[in-house]
């Protein structure tokens, strides 16, 4: 066998998640719905073995680490405090011409300027030193020169809560949650005084954030409604620096852990900092366009609580038990993107292979996230006697693990389907089966088989797998 190169690219992704059951565009039979999409049933299983396995090790294995799941509505004045409603806002440029909206950080980066943090006067002073160059600043879509200036848009979706007499009215205006950090500052105090956490802690949450993407792009790499894995760990001042150490090794650890390879992870350190935040550095993934952002690690100091306890008026500070000293906590998070993170796995499992001069596709998981553990067959789904045996050890092997029962064309095919999908083991009922009470196990990586006793089948399995 031998690995074909250059295969990933983007729309061989987008094509097996579709083709598979991974992830479908929302409304489809409407013409779809932008930069929203649906989890189909393998996609599902891939989403929550992968927040699992997050929360496994951010809150299970410590001791350190409590769980929340807090509303996606919340007090209006919460947008306040965080800056969301003055700053949350990506400037964006319009073509008179197509009529096409479009990104200005994005525009500029052919020209290598990086504008992430930029509000639009700063990018239309970038945009006039380009002119003042002789440089053609034009739309990427159809080439006209006919464009606005950038604008600031605000990324928070707004809505409305009460009744739908005065539902316009701004006394009943709220905001879609842009990122789920918020309820985890709005819960600090409720859980310090219900448990027995001490500083330093942290807060995990896994939940839906909204944002008003206007260009949405990478297909779910950045959309409008996704989900965030956050832990916000509060702490004092003079820990910061070996607590971020400490959580940057365990945030790296954990995808090569995983199965991501090192060399497609990299550190990218900001260098242009939130007004909050003291460092940040994101750890990079090598999608198939480029290395891009996965998951974010950022000091943020005693901004969010500060300004919490300023706008709430409910004190937020810590008394230390043993010194009675009282401060506001700093805090460090670890942010990433569910969504973002489930297309970085399956870039990294999508293999080709060639085999006998035809191509094979695998998703090669790790097993522990491989939405479906075991496939069991009948060699032939004509024969009662042998469906009837394949049945029952599907039934008794999917009381522990997701399985799936699949009697559908030849083996081959079978076993290029569940290849597709990333099954590690596919198990086989023939007729030696009913003689001799075993099956043919195959493995998905290698495509050896090896014939296992029934009887051993399950300890076989769970030796195996995990």
């Given at each position: 066998m031998k690995n074909t190169k250059n295969y990933k690219t983007l729309e061989k992704i987008v094509s097996l998640c579709k083709r598979r059951g991974f992830v479908f565009p929302s409304s489809e039979i409407y013409g779809g719905f932008a930069?929203?999409?649906?989890?189909?049933?393998?996609?599902?299983?891939?989403?929550?073995?992968?927040?699992?396995?997050?929360?496994?090790?951010?809150?299970?294995?410590?001791?350190?680490?409590?769980?929340?799941?807090?509303?996606?509505?919340?007090?209006?004045?919460?947008?306040?405090?965080?800056?969301?409603?003055?700053g949350f806002d990506d400037p964006q440029i319009d073509c008179k011409d197509c009529k096409v909206r479009i990104r200005a950080d994005h525009m500029l980066e052919e020209f290598h300027i990086n504008a992430d943090k930029m509000k639009a006067e700063d990018i239309n002073k970038e945009i006039e030193k380009l002119k003042e160059k002789n440089i053609e600043f034009k739309c990427k879509n159809c080439g006209s020169k006919n464009?606005?200036?950038?604008?600031?848009?605000?990324?928070?979706?707004?809505?409305?809560?009460?009744?739908p007499t005065d539902a316009l009215s701004e006394d009943n205006v709220v905001y879609l949650r842009p990122e789920t950090c918020g309820g985890i500052y709005l819960n600090y105090k409720n859980i310090l005084d219900s448990t027995r956490v001490k500083i330093p802690f942290g807060i995990a949450q896994i939940g839906k954030a909204f944002r008003n993407e206007i260009v949405a792009r990478?297909?779910?790499?950045?959309?409008?409604?996704?989900?965030?894995?956050?832990?916000?760990?509060?702490?004092?001042?003079?820990?910061?620096?070996?607590?971020?150490n400490e959580w940057k090794k365990i945030r790296w650890d954990w995808y090569i852990t995983y199965g991501i390879k090192e060399e497609n992870l990299k550190w990218l350190k900001h260098e242009k900092l939130a007004h909050y935040a003291a460092e940040a550095y994101d750890i990079e993934y090598n999608f198939p366009w480029d290395f891009d952002e996965l998951e974010g690690i950022h000091q943020r100091g005693d901004w969010d609580l500060s300004q919490h306890q300023k706008f709430s008026g409910a004190k937020l500070d810590y008394t230390d038990p043993i010194t009675n000293e009282k401060y506001i906590p700093h805090i460090m998070e670890t942010s990433v993107g569910l969504n973002r993170m489930l297309l970085a796995f399956m870039c990294e499992a999508y293999t080709e292979e060639n085999v006998n001069g035809e191509i094979r596709i695998i998703l090669k998981f790790d097993k522990r996230l491989a939405p479906i553990k075991i496939a069991v067959f009948p060699l032939l789904k004509n024969k009662p006697e042998l469906v009837k045996k394949a049945r029952e050890i599907y039934d008794n092997l999917k009381e522990e693990y997701m399985c799936e029962f699949d009697d559908n064309g030849n083996i081959g095919k079978r076993y290029r389907r569940q290849d597709e999908i990333g099954t590690p083991y596919c198990v086989t009922v023939d007729f030696d089966s009913l003689e001799k009470n075993d099956v043919t196990i195959r493995d998905r990586d290698t495509m050896k088989q090896e014939r296992i006793k029934i009887e051993k089948l399950g300890k076989w399995i769970k030796e195996n797998l995990f």
């Open positions: 930069a929203v999409y649906d989890y189909g049933p393998y996609g599902i299983e891939l989403k929550n073995n992968l927040a699992r396995a997050w929360w496994k090790e951010i809150v299970q294995k410590r001791e350190d680490v409590v769980g929340l799941d807090s509303g996606i509505f919340m007090h209006p004045t919460t947008w306040k405090a965080s800056g969301h409603l003055d464009l606005t200036p950038a604008k600031n848009f605000s990324l928070i979706v707004k809505s409305n809560l009460g009744s990478q297909f779910i790499f950045r959309t409008r409604e996704f989900e965030q894995m956050e832990m916000q760990y509060f702490l004092r001042p003079s820990m910061m620096q070996e607590k971020y």
